[in-house]
């Protein structure tokens, strides 16, 4: 199951969700944000990403 | 590319570029990967840099050289100024650079001293064999290798994984990265000698805004604000505030994105067979979000305890903690340092900034250090002093250099 959202036209790949999400669910591929299923919803990624890129699906 | 090698260093930024010429020149057998296709970009960094600590490094090279720097000025909440200038004879003290063109620079340096560099190469995972890593799988153009190599170093950057890999958990807190948004203006009008400095917790909660000059008529124009207190509004949404009302007329050329860690030092930074440098390692200075130099400095320790660990034939955490102890011991020193600095300051009000700033009007700075701006303010007030009594008691046991 896919929990967050990347939108990739706003997104400006610059790594800071993945350094700091704890479950380590995040991936930079080159110029895309991957997420595989280990991520837990936390929001940690969303709430630092510089551009707001990022939305955490309930 | 070979199936072996005796280091390999995962990212080609400034800590992975100086390690692996640094391990090459000693004559080891050396693959520097990126997974990016062009080394430098996309670009996240204000590209400060201090001249001193640069040349340890590099020799300056106007091709990626913007600006030189002679002074800051810091602005507090309600406009106070206080101005740090510093003329050094035969030159000014930093430079800001072009990274785009200075991270192909570092990587081309490091390919002439022997290593092999290899771009769209993305480290996968770590090759671990009995405790000890071994090795990288990588993939190149969507193929997957592995790839075997006597120690690994780890540069790769604010998003690294290699840390994790091997068991240390790298992961930072919301309130130890700066999530920072930039832009290249033209048009701002800012004297080209200075970089500029704007704090308030309207503008920038927990941080600041930036202006480092670029040459001609541009400038870097960014903002980084703590993570833990982003959300509601993000990096972005603040430097637009801050744009539209400073610079209606300035016209935007780039726009870079990023995360600093300002965590201070982690407990860990080896492993049997594995060094983390760099971002990596959370090796920015948390105060100044600065990590350009530390990561070389770092990546320059890496490299010769690489050599010396492959001659010995003993890779394991026994002999890579002489890098462990020189990076603490010099660029952790300041690390932790900054990190006293930075939990008080970051929990200032704007009125106590303002009234620090008011307390230093009329003061003349000769130098550009924060430890010059620190003793003043300690001299204009008493509680600062009390709440920094730590920091305080370190720098009077050594001398203590902040401006890198
Ligand atoms: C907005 C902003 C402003 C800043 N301003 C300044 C400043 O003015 N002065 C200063 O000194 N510092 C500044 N910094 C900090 C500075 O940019 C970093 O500290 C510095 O780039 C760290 O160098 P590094 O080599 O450790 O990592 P990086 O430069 O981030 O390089 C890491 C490299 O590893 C690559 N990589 C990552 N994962 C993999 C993988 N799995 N496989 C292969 N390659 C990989 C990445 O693509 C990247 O090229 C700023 C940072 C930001 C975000
Ligand atoms: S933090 Fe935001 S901009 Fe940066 S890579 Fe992640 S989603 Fe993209
Ligand atoms: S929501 Fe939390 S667990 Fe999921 S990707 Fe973001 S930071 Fe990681």
């Known amino acids: ?58 | 590319m070979k199936n072996e090698y005796d280091v390999i260093v995962i990212g080609a930024g400034p800590a992975g570029s100086i390690a692996a010429k640094t391990a090459a020149l000693k004559g080891l057998d050396v693959l520097l990967i990126e997974k990016r296709q062009e080394i430098g970009d996309p670009v996240r960094c204000a590209e400060g840099v201090s001249k001193i600590w640069l040349r340890k490094h590099i020799e300056p090279d106007h091709r990626w050289i913007c600006a030189d720097v002679k002074g800051s000025r810091i602005y507090s909440p309600d406009g106070t100024m206080i101005e740090m200038a510093e003329e050094i004879a035969g030159g000014e003290v930093g430079y800001v650079l072009e990274r785009k063109l200075f991270d192909r620079a570092l990587a081309y340096e490091s390919a002439k001293a022997g290593a092999e560099v290899m771009v769209k190469t993305r480290a996968m995972d770590l090759i671990m064999e009995n405790g000890f890593v071994r090795g990288v799988k990588v993939m190149h153009l969507g193929e997957t290798y592995d790839i075997r190599a006597k120690i690994v170093i780890g540069a790769d950057g604010v998003e690294s994984k290699v840390g994790r890999w091997a068991g240390i958990d790298t992961s930072l807190k919301p309130a130890d990265i700066e999530t920072c948004a930039q832009y290249l203006m033209s048009g701002t009008g800012i004297d080209q000698n200075y970089c500029y400095f704007y704090l308030g917790n309207d503008i920038a909660p927990a941080g600041y805004v930036w202006i480092f000059p670029k040459g001609e008529d541009l400038a870097n124009v960014g903002i980084g604000i703590l993570g833990s207190k982003s959300g509601g509004k993000h990096a972005v949404d603040y430097l637009n505030e801050f744009v539209k009302k400073t610079y209606p007329n300035a016209r935007i050329l780039e726009m870079d994105v990023g995360g600093v860690p300002v965590s201070g030092s982690i407990e860990k930074t080896i492993a049997n067979g594995l060094m983390l440098i760099g971002d990596a390692a959370r090796q920015s200075d948390p105060i100044t979000g600065g990590g350009i130099i530390n990561a070389m400095e770092a990546g320059k320790i890496a490299g010769e305890v690489a050599y010396k660990a492959i001659s010995k034939g003993d890779v394991s955490t026994k002999a890579l903690q002489e890098y462990e102890n020189k990076w603490r011991s010099t660029i952790g020193y300041e690390i932790d340092n900054s990190l006293i600095v930075k939990e008080t300051f970051t929990s200032f009000t704007d009125k106590e900034i303002d009234s620090l700033a008011h307390s230093l009007e009329g003061v003349n700075f000769s130098s550009m250090s924060l430890l010059d701006l620190l003793y003043a303010l300690f001299r204009a007030n008493k509680k600062l002093l009390w709440d920094l009594r730590v920091l305080f008691k370190n720098v009077v046991k050594y001398e203590l250099d902040f401006e890198r």
């Open chain 1, 1 to 58: 199951m896919v929990t967050i959202n990347v939108n990739k036209f706003k997104c400006g790949y610059c790594g800071a969700c993945v350094g700091v999400c704890p479950a380590g669910a995040l991936e930079l591929v080159e110029t895309w944000i991957e997420v595989n299923e280990t991520c837990t919803s936390c929001g940690i990624c969303a709430k630092i990403c510089p551009v707001g890129a990022i939305e955490v699906k309930k």
